[in-house]
């Protein structure tokens, strides 16, 4: 019984790191410019806006 739950908690984390990574790779593209306090939203807004043009 614990093995199972250890080896549910571990694909659950697994997959979560894989989201996680998949996320952070489009949001810290180089495209975009990351500030201090994380990302630059309203760069980011302009940089969306533009490409969309």
């Known amino acids: ?3 199972a739950v250890y080896w549910f908690v ?3 984390f ?3 790191q ?6 952070s790779e489009n949001l810290l593209h ?5 500030s ?3 990302l630059d939203l309203p760069l980011l807004r302009q940089r ?4 969309e043009n």
């Open 10 to 12: 571990e694909i659950l």
């Open 1 to 3: 019984m614990l093995q």
């Open 18 to 23: 894989g989201v996680w990574k998949r996320l």
């Open 36 to 38: 201090s306090d994380g």
């Open 14 to 16: 697994l997959s979560c």
């Open 30 to 34: 180089p495209d975009y410019v990351a």
């Open 48 to 51: 969306i806006k533009e490409a």
